[in-house]
């Protein structure tokens, strides 16, 4: 029998954007909803600009996210700022999609650490020697590496190029579901969100099993209220689908 059968999924960003870990799911026959609950928007003031227009002042380039890869690469498009002036440059990112999209503009990435939070790639990063890095980011990115830099004497510039808010046009939609068996989560911001559209249902729910794609979201879930949090062991989300159909199968849930 298939573990999953019967069990409503609800995943913190569109169906499109997680189709392999949705397949899984799917195929242990869960009902998985997916259901933005942050939007992102590109920004670009004059603070950014700056630094993109000195780029050659940096030896790394350091991404920690999709949406800084995205963003990034639309700036130096609307600045008209070639590619090619970064292909002389290392490259790191902060986990396998990253990395992954990254590849889509640059032939290689320089660093990937094996722990994909921003605690542990910091120690792993240094021995890379940096002598100087660009830390693309976004309006809510926390400032662990930059914290990390600072006390390692490591010369650095963060820039920031996307903005992230609620979204608000998912209230309804969340408000109006009536069963719901299991919680996903992939950041930080999406459970302040999800805590900002819940509003009378937020008690009931915080009772049902919140899975979350690493530690700094699984303390976030923590802080609101979820009586059960589960992360998997490696912070990606084929990782997470793995957890969710094991706790399933072993009857933990």
């Not at 819940?198 to 009586?227: N, Y």
Request: proline share 4%.
């Amino acid at each position: 029998m298939s573990s999953l059968r019967g069990k409503n999924i609800v995943v913190s960003r569109e169906r499109e954007h997680a189709l392999s870990f949705v397949g899984t799911l799917e195929r242990q026959g869960a009902e998985v909803v997916g259901l933005p609950l942050i939007k992102f928007r590109h920004i670009l003031d004059e603070s950014a600009q700056t630094v993109l227009e000195n780029l050659d002042r940096f030896e790394w380039l350091l991404f920690t996210s999709v949406n800084g890869v995205r963003f990034f690469f639309e700036s130096l498009d609307q600045e008209g700022i070639s590619h090619s002036t970064i292909q002389s440059k290392k490259i790191a990112a902060i986990g396998s999609k990253t990395e992954d999209y990254l590849k889509e503009y640059v032939p290689d990435v320089d660093f990937v650490p094996t722990t994909f939070d921003a605690e542990h790639m910091g120690p792993q990063f240094l021995e890379m020697g940096p002598e100087s890095v660009l830390l693309v980011k976004g309006n809510l990115s926390r400032e662990v590496l930059d914290v990390f830099f600072k006390e390692n004497g490591v010369e650095f510039e963060s820039v920031t190029v996307y903005e992230t808010s609620t979204n608000r046009e998912a209230a309804n939609r969340l408000i109006g579901m009536e069963s719901v068996d299991a919680w996903v989560f992939s950041s930080p911001s999406t459970i302040d969100a999800w805590m900002e559209l819940s509003e009378d249902s937020v008690d009931v729910w915080l009772t049902k099993p919140c899975f979350c794609i690493g530690p700094t979201t699984a303390q976030r879930a923590q802080e609101v209220g979820f009586e059960t949090v589960i992360l998997p062991e490696n912070y990606t989300l084929d990782e997470l689908a793995d957890i969710i159909v094991d706790c399933y199968e072993r009857g933990m849930l």
